[in-house]
Structures are given as C-alpha cells and as structure tokens.
Nanobody, 125 residues
C-alpha cells in the first residue's frame, strides 16, 4: 500500500509556472506506474500525464503536451509535474495516482490503485 500527498498548488497568472510534487510513503515507490489527473468544477476527472516505473517513458494529454513535464525521483519517493505557460483552462484540482498494473503507462482512472487528496491550481487570466 502507498499513501500519496500532493503539494505545490496555488494561484498563478496566465503564462506563469508551477511545480507540483507528489510524495509517496512506503519502500516500493519504484514498483508503481504514476500519473497526474485533474478535475475542474462540474467536469469529470481527466488524465494529464503518466510516467513509467523508472521514468524512462512518459505520456501526455494533448492539452498539456509541450507545456507540462512529468518526472520522478525514486530515491526520494517523489513525482513532479512542472507546469509552464499556464492557461486559465488549466485551473483544476490536481491529483497524483499510483498504479500496480503491469503496464508502464496508465492513462485511465480505473487503472490506478491509489490517489492523493489533491491540490488546487488556479490560473488567473
């Protein structure tokens, strides 16, 4: 089992940057494929980015490709999401997730086993 805690959210102007972190408990962090999702008010939770166990593979939603970068540091049990060129439509609660599926990249909510509590990102236009 793993517990996830997100941090780094906040209020930023359009065009600005934020870096989210996801700290994981436990000694098996490197066994989990990891991902970021977001949920805006009145909308379903949507996929943002995913990263494989070692970090060698990554995948992004089209809406964030070229602006967001997902990474992980297994020695620190932490995953990151660097968000640049932020837009008002990026405003949402951002969640990190961990999955034990045999696949290195997971893109749907059903594929993930554990979730953090979320961190709010607000982009003002």
């Amino acid at each position: 089992q793993v517990q996830l805690v997100e941090s780094g959210g906040g209020l930023v102007q359009a065009g600005g940057s934020l870096r989210l972190s996801c700290a994981a408990s436990g000694r098996t962090f490197s066994s989990y494929a990891m991902g970021w999702f977001r949920q805006a008010p009145g909308k379903e939770r949507e996929f943002v980015a995913a990263i494989s166990w070692t970090g060698s593979s990554t995948y992004y939603a089209d809406s964030v490709k070229g602006r967001f970068t997902i990474s992980r540091d297994n020695a620190k049990n932490t995953m990151y999401l660097q968000m640049n060129s932020l837009k008002a439509e990026d405003t949402a609660v951002y969640y990190c997730a961990a999955g034990l599926s045999g696949r290195p990249i997971l893109t749907t909510t059903r594929q993930y086993d554990y979730w953090g509590q979320g961190t709010q990102v607000t982009v003002s236009s």
